[in-house]
């Protein structure tokens, strides 16, 4: 079946370091999401991208699909002590519906 | 508005019994998704319902069962429960079930998390 590669699987930064991740499939995805999920919470969609190319921002988070339609990158610039957390990418296994699969997850740790 | 409600948040439960898991969908949310979400596995799609029918399936056993009430309400099922099941079980609302992200957002409740001795 489909599956997204996420990388890295964790990350220890200083506040203030920009953040990157990354999301490859073997398959082509027309839709990839980015989701944040905190200790006890549900995930929670970041940023939606619908377009090959496409380069979307929600505040200190951008993130690119990939030309490509096989990948997808997350950037958090300037972190602060609430980004902690784990980070998924998602995509539609069915197109155009809310069957999702999610890639393995970005831990985020970061040292004050 | 209030947002997902999942019961109960914790529960502990022995090989070969079954639970029942209930979500509560957004106010006027009619699509409502589970998800199994394990350290192994990561989160693995359930099922999805949409008007009281089972729209969309992922790839479990028969163990595994939902339903959909007219008030969109929905359950999920386990029987004969295996020590694999321990696992939080997330729900997600969305208007439609339309087209994953932005204006069909899944909302994720805050999961319930099961555990099987």
């Known amino acids: 079946g489909q599956q997204l590669n996420q990388s890295p699987q964790s990350m220890f930064i200083q506040e203030g370091e920009d953040v990157s991740m990354n999301c490859t499939s073997s398959?082509?995805?027309?839709?990839w999401l980015w989701y944040k999920q905190d200790p006890g919470e549900g995930p929670v969609l970041l940023i939606a991208?619908?377009?090959?190319?496409e380069l979307t921002s929600n505040g200190r988070l951008t993130a690119q699909f990939g030309i490509t339609r096989k990948d997808s990158f997350l950037n958090i610039s300037a972190s602060i002590p609430s980004d902690v957390g784990i980070y998924f990418c998602?995509?539609?296994?069915?197109?155009?519906?809310?069957?999702?699969?999610f890639g393995q997850g970005t831990r985020l740790t970061i040292n004050p | 508005k209030a947002g997902v409600t999942q019961t109960p948040r914790y529960l502990i439960k022995t090989r070969g019994q079954q639970v029942t898991l209930s979500c509560s969908p957004i106010s006027g949310h009619r699509s409502v998704s589970w998800y199994q979400q394990t350290p192994g596995q990561g989160l693995q799609f359930l099922f999805e319902y949409f008007s009281e029918t089972q729209r969309n399936k992922g790839n479990f056993p028969g163990r595994f069962s939902g339903r959909q009430f007219s008030n969109s309400r929905s359950e999920m099922n386990v029987s004969t429960l295996e020590l694999g099941d321990s696992a939080l079980y997330l729900c997600?609302?969305?208007?439609?079930?339309?087209?994953?992200?932005?204006?069909?957002?899944?909302?994720f409740g805050p999961g319930t998390r099961l555990l099987v001795l």
């Open positions: 991208l619908y377009k090959a190319g």
């Open positions: 997600a609302s969305s208007p439609r079930g339309g087209r994953a992200g932005v204006g069909e957002t899944q909302y």
């Open positions: 398959s082509i995805f027309n839709t």
């Open positions: 998602a995509g539609p296994i069915i197109q155009g519906a809310q069957k999702l699969v």
